[in-house]
């Protein structure tokens, strides 16, 4: 079993940047396809993003399109996930997952490894 601890998250004035980075241990992530969570007070867990496992391929949920970019470093067993314009409602708690697959996934589902999350706030 693979463990992720995530780390960068933090208090960020709207509109600002802030870079989360996940780091794996006890194997590698070189196989397995990565992906961005997050979970509001009170909310489900929704995907953030996904990459695939030669980085060749991501996808990211509507909510953060064109703002948010996720990248991979298998050679350190690295995930990171830079969020640029954010805004209040990207306030959560996120959560880095490895899925059994080498391809995009967005469902919580196809994830069976899963990090402690580290907290987001946005402040407006």
């Known amino acids: 079993q693979v463990q992720l601890v995530e780390s960068g998250g933090g208090l960020v004035q709207a509109g600002g940047s802030l870079k989360l980075s996940c780091a794996a241990s006890?194997?590698?992530?070189?196989?397995?396809?990565m992906g961005w969570f997050r979970q509001a007070p009170g909310k489900e867990r929704e995907f953030v993003a996904s990459?695939?496992?030669?980085?060749?391929?991501?996808i990211y949920g509507n909510s953060v399109k064109g703002r948010f970019t996720i990248a991979r470093d298998n050679a350190k067993n690295m995930v990171y996930l830079q969020m640029t314009s954010l805004k209040s409602e990207d306030t959560a708690v996120y959560y880095c997952?490895?899925?059994?697959?080498?391809?995009?996934?967005?469902?919580?589902?196809?994830?069976?490894?899963w990090g402690q999350g580290t907290q987001v706030t946005v402040s407006s």
């Open positions: 997952a490895a899925a059994d697959s080498v391809w995009v996934q967005s469902r919580v589902g196809e994830y069976n490894s």
């Open positions: 006890g194997r590698s992530i070189g196989y397995n396809a």
């Open positions: 990459i695939n496992w030669s980085s060749s391929n991501s």
